[in-house]
């Protein structure tokens, strides 16, 4: 983990660092991507599952389900900015959120796989009600949360660090609820009540994290304020004067679509392709577990080479690894773990690539405009990710439903058509591939930018340097 930084001026704005954050307040806002993690993870690698197999809920009723209360989230994020952003209680304009966020997440999340006596549609009206609720409590937490360390310290140096505690929970997040959830859900044979314990034992997760950061920023200094256009219509209007932010987030949207195909068919590919559901944990594990290890041989060559030249490698080998898991049927799990872990390869470089460019072309901006408009745009990057990930579940039931997928509950099974299990085949391999490889398309018109200058001219309005929320704001 990251060490105090040395008491020197810093190079990008000619300023001497103001005193380091308690670690405490560094490892505290970590905790938060406890939260941000697990409820970033499991819904989208079981829920579609656990429509379709547990409750009987027929593929794109599922979809539906799964779809709609994410793609709020669009809709909410930038209203619970605003009321951040023009809070005067107690305890600071962002702590009162986290708090309002941690003490309603985990009960909505535990209800979203109660298992209630129902079926079908009527299972589906309740699942995508709870999970709603839930996608707005999460909302209340996030937003502001992603927006702290901008508040907490002025100092670029010391906004990295905290940004390490956050990225290292990040990664256990991923890899903790990725593997636990299903381990869990399949302990007694995909039971309504496995899956109940398994929605409390997450709820348990995510209160530790968002509770967690609420407490120990508690002695956290506000030194700056920051905030984003107070409607969706309005960053969009900004966005649209920054061309190379536009190619930059629609080809990670069609990259972030890719993923959320490939999340929610992982559970279907390990039932139905490699034959066992509990495969879906090491499945997971392949996929995840090569995150922390390979991302900084991707951060080497992006900065050896550019970062357009390795999103381009990661784009390709993602493709080229996803096209070759529609294989596994024929050559079996020999092939298939050693893809998906190609495919992990990949996803750490499109985990890190894609903001290490929005970063300089947010500094880009800044420099040129002037304005600070990272939050406009961190906003606009957040709810693209959101809804293509919340598409790719729809899109992965579209799949099912198009090739006849059966639904069930947990006491009656039944067995698949020929073209369901190949649908599942080629809906975690192919569909990804080709997404991935389209999003190719828009990278081509991505003009990397020029580095800022080190230094930067006086301006008279000292709050518009630019350097100052660029890398906070893209994480």
């Given at each position: 983990?990251?060490?105090?930084p040395?008491a020197?001026?810093?190079?990008d704005?000619?300023r001497?660092?103001a005193?380091p954050?308690?670690?405490a307040?560094?490892i505290?806002?970590g905790?938060?991507?406890?939260?941000?993690?697990?409820?970033?993870?499991?819904?989208g690698?079981?829920?579609?599952?656990?429509?379709t197999?547990?409750?009987a809920?027929p593929?794109a009723?599922?979809g539906?389900?799964?779809f709609?209360?994410?793609?709020?989230?669009?809709l909410?994020?930038?209203?619970?900015?605003?009321?951040?952003?023009?809070?005067?209680l107690?305890g600071g304009?962002?702590?009162?959120?986290?708090l309002?966020?941690?003490?309603?997440?985990?009960?909505?999340?535990?209800?979203?796989?109660a298992a209630?006596?129902l079926?079908?549609a009527?299972a589906?009206?309740?699942?995508a009600v709870f999970?709603?609720?839930a996608?707005t409590?999460?909302a209340?937490?996030q937003v502001p949360y992603?927006?702290?360390p901008?508040e907490?310290?002025?100092d670029?140096?010391?906004?990295a660090?905290?940004l390490?505690w956050?990225v290292?929970?990040?990664?256990v997040a991923?890899?903790?609820s990725g593997a636990l959830?299903?381990?869990?859900?399949?302990e007694?044979?995909d039971t309504p009540g496995s899956y109940?314990?398994?929605g409390?034992v997450?709820?348990?997760l995510?209160?530790?994290g968002?509770l967690?950061?609420?407490?120990f920023t508690?002695?956290a200094p506000?030194?700056?304020?920051?905030?984003a256009?107070?409607?969706?219509?309005a960053?969009?209007?900004?966005?649209?004067e920054?061309?190379?932010?536009?190619?930059l987030v629609?080809?990670w949207?069609?990259?972030?679509?890719?993923?959320g195909?490939?999340l929610?068919g992982?559970q279907?590919f390990a039932?139905?392709?490699?034959?066992?559901?509990g495969?879906?944990?090491?499945?997971?594990?392949c996929?995840i577990?090569?995150?922390?290890?390979?991302?900084p041989?991707w951060?080497?060559?992006a900065?050896?080479?550019?970062?357009?030249?390795?999103q381009?490698?990661?784009s390709?080998l993602?493709?080229?690894?996803?096209?070759?898991?529609?294989l596994t049927?024929?050559?079996?799990?020999a092939?298939?773990?050693?893809a998906v872990a190609a495919?992990?390869?990949?996803y750490?470089?499109l985990?890190?690539?894609?903001?290490?460019?929005?970063?300089?072309t947010l500094?880009a901006?800044?420099?040129?405009?002037?304005?600070?408009?990272a939050?406009?745009?961190?906003?606009?990057?957040?709810?693209a990710?959101?809804?293509?990930?919340?598409?790719?579940?729809?899109?992965?039931a579209?799949?099912?439903?198009?090739?006849?997928?059966?639904?069930?509950?947990?006491?009656h099974?039944v067995?698949?058509p020929?073209a369901a299990l190949?649908?599942i085949?080629?809906?975690?391999s192919?569909l990804?591939?080709?997404l991935?490889a389209?999003?190719?398309?828009?990278l081509r018109?991505?003009?990397?930018?020029p580095?800022?200058p080190?230094?930067?001219a006086?301006?008279?309005?000292?709050?518009a340097?630019?350097?100052?929320?660029?890398?906070?704001?893209?994480h």
């Amino acid at each position: 983990m990251p060490e105090t930084p040395p008491a020197a001026p810093l190079g990008d704005t000619g300023r001497v660092p103001a005193a380091p954050l308690p670690r405490a307040v560094r490892i505290g806002y970590g905790l938060g991507s406890l939260g941000t993690g697990a409820f970033g993870t499991v819904p989208g690698l079981i829920l579609l599952y656990y429509l379709t197999n547990v409750l009987a809920v027929p593929a794109a009723v599922a979809g539906a389900a799964v779809f709609l209360p994410k793609a709020w989230d669009v809709l909410i994020n930038p209203l619970v900015g605003a009321a951040a952003d023009r809070s005067r209680l107690q305890g600071g304009s962002r702590r009162p959120f986290l708090l309002a966020g941690a003490l309603t997440l985990p009960p909505l999340f535990a209800l979203v796989f109660a298992a209630p006596p129902l079926r079908g549609a009527a299972a589906a009206g309740y699942v995508a009600v709870f999970f709603l609720l839930a996608a707005t409590a999460y909302a209340v937490f996030q937003v502001p949360y992603v927006t702290m360390p901008a508040e907490m310290t002025e100092d670029t140096g010391e906004r990295a660090r905290v940004l390490g505690w956050r990225v290292g929970f990040l990664g256990v997040a991923i890899l903790l609820s990725g593997a636990l959830a299903p381990a869990i859900a399949h302990e007694r044979g995909d039971t309504p009540g496995s899956y109940r314990l398994m929605g409390v034992v997450v709820a348990l997760l995510l209160l530790a994290g968002t509770l967690g950061a609420w407490h120990f920023t508690r002695r956290a200094p506000s030194v700056a304020r920051s905030a984003a256009e107070p409607s969706l219509r309005a960053q969009l209007a900004v966005a649209r004067e920054n061309r190379a932010f536009g190619f930059l987030v629609g080809m990670w949207a069609l990259q972030a679509l890719a993923v959320g195909t490939m999340l929610a068919g992982v559970q279907y590919f390990a039932t139905y392709t490699l034959g066992a559901a509990g495969a879906v944990t090491p499945l997971f594990a392949c996929m995840i577990g090569p995150l922390v290890l390979v991302m900084p041989l991707w951060n080497r060559l992006a900065r050896a080479r550019g970062a357009k030249y390795a999103q381009v490698c990661a784009s390709v080998l993602f493709a080229g690894a996803a096209a070759l898991l529609a294989l596994t049927p024929l050559a079996g799990p020999a092939l298939g773990y050693p893809a998906v872990a190609a495919v992990g390869i990949a996803y750490a470089g499109l985990q890190l690539l894609p903001l290490t460019m929005l970063a300089d072309t947010l500094a880009a901006d800044a420099a040129r405009t002037g304005r600070r408009r990272a939050a406009t745009f961190t906003g606009l990057w957040t709810a693209a990710e959101t809804l293509a990930l919340a598409l790719g579940a729809g899109v992965f039931a579209l799949v099912l439903a198009v090739t006849g997928f059966r639904s069930s509950d947990a006491a009656h099974r039944v067995d698949q058509p020929a073209a369901a299990l190949t649908g599942i085949s080629w809906g975690m391999s192919l569909l990804p591939a080709v997404l991935a490889a389209a999003s190719l398309w828009l990278l081509r018109g991505y003009r990397e930018e020029p580095p800022v200058p080190s230094v930067a001219a006086p301006e008279p309005d000292r709050s518009a340097e630019p350097s100052e929320d660029t890398n906070d704001h893209a994480h």
